[in-house]
């Protein structure tokens, strides 16, 4: 059984960057789309960039200036990093494996609250 | 990239089937085959109930299920029951990222 747990601060402050990292238990990186998705309080989710097995990656366009996701499959993990951020990118932030088609996301993290305040 | 647009509510009494439309582009929903729905209940995580338009992951009711028209998709939920109100989020890939629709909140009268 598939399980994600995404770790990292939950507050962060304006400018500074949001590091989060998602831990894999009962299955392999591999031929699968290792994504995160984000959803600010009380309003839709958002897609924000996926990781591949292999370390290519690809990333909403309204963050990728501001993005990184990378990976490590020997500590099974993966992770995000998002410089400079604001009060608009406090969120949930969400860990999950995508299927072939990168919208068939089918295993989910709980999410982790990320609040950027000072 | 834009969001494919959804309703903000849909409602219908119990027994009743309801469908909740997904509008995109010739870019994203009209394009490809790759559409997903998610259930998500206050609180909790998303739940993938249909993927590839009409697919239904191992343990999702086949009183939900999913078709395309052109740019728009759309998630039938038939013999409504208290249990699916919640918020409906559909999905599509588009042009190597994925756009979220901006989620309908289904009620059950």
């Known amino acids: 059984q598939v399980q994600l747990q995404e770790s990292g601060p939950r507050l962060v402050k304006p400018s500074e960057t949001l590091s989060l990292t998602c831990t894999l238990s009962?299955?392999?990186?591999?031929?699968?789309?290792w994504s995160w998705i984000r959803q600010p309080p009380g309003k839709g989710l958002e897609w924000i960039g996926y990781?591949?097995?292999?370390?290519?990656?690809k990333y909403n366009p309204s963050l990728q200036s501001r993005l990184s996701i990378s990976i490590d499959t020997s500590k099974n993990q993966f992770s995000l990093n998002l410089r400079s951020v604001t009060a608009a990118d406090t969120a949930v932030y969400y860990c999950?494996?995508?299927?072939?088609?990168?919208?068939?996301?089918?295993?989910w993290g709980q999410g982790t609250l990320v609040t950027v305040s000072s | 990239q834009s969001a494919p647009t959804q309703p903000a509510s849909v409602s219908g009494s119990p027994g009743q089937s309801i469908t909740i439309s997904c509008t995109g582009t010739?870019?994203?929903?009209?394009?490809?085959?790759?559409v997903s729905w998610f259930q998500q209940d206050p609180g909790k995580v998303p739940k993938l109930l249909i993927y590839?338009?009409?697919k239904r992951p191992s343990g999702i009711s086949n009183r939900f299920s999913g078709s395309k028209s052109g740019n728009t998709a759309s998630l039938t939920i038939s013999g409504l029951q208290a249990e699916d109100e919640a918020d409906y989020y559909c999905?599509?890939?588009?042009?190597?990222?994925?756009?979220f629709g901006g989620g309908t909140k289904v009620t059950v009268l």
């Open positions: 590839e338009v009409y």
């Open positions: 990781v591949y097995y292999t370390g290519k990656t």
């Open positions: 999905s599509s890939y588009a042009d190597t990222t994925v756009v």
């Open positions: 010739s870019s994203d929903v009209g394009r490809y085959n790759l």
């Open positions: 009962g299955a392999s990186f591999s031929t699968h789309y």
């Open positions: 999950a494996r995508a299927g072939s088609g990168l919208s068939d996301i089918g295993d």
